[in-house]
Antibody, heavy 118, light 107 residues
Framework: VQLVESGGGLVQPGGSLRLSCAAS????????MNWVRQAPGKGLEWVSY????????YEADSVKGRLTTSRDNSKNSLYLQMDSLRVEDTAVYYC????????????WGQGTQVTVSS | DIQMTQSPLSLSASVGDRVTITCRAN??????LNWYQQRPGKVPQLLIY???TLHSGVPSRFSGGGSGTDFTLTISRLQPEDFATYYC?????????FGPGTKIDVK
């Protein structure tokens, strides 16, 4: 199992970024996925969940309406479209595979840094 | 949202110590509780899921317990690689939440 995030970088407040997570080593279309972020020196914050088929999405209130999760099972890829970015969105963003009845995140990517600053 | 608290938020311990961390939810989450370890500068790793099931490859010195609102993570004999931050996570609600983390450092 391998998850590789990309697309992070420095962006001004109000700007946009699109993160990608490339999955390999497992049947991506059969698994739910999560985005989790971690601000500098802070704890883990769940961002979103997407079902295996992409039809069900749950998002943290802190990102609702600004960060949009999607997936393309034909490309084994997960995405996070980040709009109207705020300074407080600065974090390392991880994609993680969700497994089983408790939707545990059993595999994580290495993370991609997003910095929102003027 | 379901709020998760952990205690203590930090603790100092020595190699060989028995350590217990508590995680509490502000409403019942049944057994939908997972534990993660994050070593400094590293990616979080799943330790325990469904409150008490050890994830594949995790040493047996780790154990979890509890149900409902109160949960524990115990490390029976602390090893050098166990100095890290530990997070609980509830997945009972569609709005998943993590606890604030408990950092274990060297006494």
């Amino acid at each position: 199992v391998q998850l590789v995030e990309s697309g992070g970088g420095l962006v001004q407040p109000g700007g946009s970024l699109r993160l990608s997570c490339a999955a390999s080593g497992f049947s991506f279309k059969d698994y739910e996925m999560n985005w989790v972020r971690q601000a500098p020196g802070k704890g883990l914050e769940w961002v979103s969940y997407i079902s295996s088929g992409g039809t069900t999405i749950y998002e943290a209130d802190s990102v609702k309406g600004r960060l949009t999760t999607s997936r393309d099972n034909s490309k084994n890829s997960l995405y996070l479209q980040m709009d109207s970015l705020r300074v407080e969105d600065t974090a390392v963003y991880y994609c993680a595979r969700a497994e089983g009845a408790t939707y545990r995140s059993d595999y994580w990517g290495q993370g991609t840094q997003v910095t929102v600053s003027s | 949202d379901i709020q998760m608290t952990q205690s203590p938020l930090s603790l100092s311990a020595s190699v060989g110590d028995r350590v217990t961390i508590t995680c509490r939810a502000n409403q019942s989450i049944n057994f939908y509780l997972n534990w993660y370890q994050q070593r400094p500068g590293k990616v979080p790793q799943l330790l325990i899921y469904a409150a008490s099931t050890l994830h594949s490859g995790v040493p047996s010195r780790f154990s979890g317990g509890g149900s409902g609102t109160d949960f524990t993570l115990t490390i029976s004999r602390l090893q050098p690689e166990d100095f890290a931050t530990y997070y609980c996570q509830q997945t009972y609600s569609t709005l998943v939440t993590f606890g604030p983390g408990t950092k274990i450092d060297v006494k």
